[in-house]
């Protein structure tokens, strides 16, 4: 079982529409962060957020971090072909030994039609 | 500046070989962690090192080793393959602080491509 799961697994859309993903898990995480995946590349960053109840936006995207920093969620406005990827969220489990074991959720993939 | 460099991109293997895979962390990062990403699954997180030592480890066979470099470099060794190996390995590196603490934002390579048959 995952230790963060991801909704939805697939999402396909048409160029314009709004849409959000969910990253959720029992667990507390001392931060999170979003990559987006192209096949056959690695990951890229897009945001981390550390304090709950956070809020950070990056052009049409808006990231939020759950109060209790146990979720997370992924909103896209308007959004473009371009946008179209894996859609991965992972989070960095206690600082009990100052490691930053990242654990992955299995990814939001998101089609934007033309 | 380069990035995260991963090699080879793409290998071949039979069943019961051994793999060796390698990894450049971007400069002025210290720390790299090694995951495996089965198709359609999200990254699984098999083990980190930092000053030349495993300092964790997710829930991978011993099957699984690997060795850091004096120059913070990485290789992931993967003994008697087995047809689920097959699969994009991913290598991302981090920089630790002088408390020890490693910076949560990783950056990724490329991946390799390990196909068992």
């Known amino acids: 079982t995952q230790l963060l799961e991801q909704s939805p697994q697939f999402l396909s859309i048409q160029e314009g529409e709004n849409l959000t993903v969910y990253c959720n898990s029992s667990?507390?995480?001392?931060?999170l962060q979003w990559y987006r995946q192209e096949p056959g590349e690695g990951p890229v960053l897009l945001v981390t957020?550390?304090?709950?109840?956070e809020v950070k936006k990056l052009k049409r995207l808006t990231f939020q971090f759950g109060d209790a920093r146990k979720d997370s969620s992924l909103h896209i406005t308007a959004a473009q072909p371009g946008d179209t990827g894996l859609y991965l969220c992972a989070g960095e489990m206690g600082c009990v030994d100052n490691n930053n074991d990242m654990r992955f959720g299995a990814g939001t993939r998101l089609t934007v039609k033309p | 500046d380069a990035g995260v460099t991963q090699s080879p991109t793409h290998l071949i293997k039979t069943r019961g070989q051994q793999v060796t895979l390698r990894c450049s962390p971007k400069s002025g990062h210290d720390t790299v962690s090694w995951y495996q990403q089965a198709l359609g699954q999200g990254p699984q997180f098999i083990f980190q090192y930092y000053e030349e030592e495993e300092r964790q480890r997710g829930n991978f066979p011993d099957r699984f080793s690997g060795h850091q470099f004096p120059n913070y470099s990485s290789e992931l060794n993967v003994n008697a393959l087995l047809l689920g190996d097959s699969a994009l390995y991913l290598c991302?590196?981090?920089?630790?602080?002088?408390?020890?603490?490693?910076?949560?934002?990783?950056?990724f390579g490329q991946g390799t491509r390990l196909t068992v048959v």
């Open positions: 957020v550390v304090t709950g109840g």
């Open positions: 667990s507390v995480f001392s931060s």
């Open positions: 991302a590196s981090s920089y630790t602080s002088g408390t020890g603490r490693s910076n949560t934002e990783a950056f």
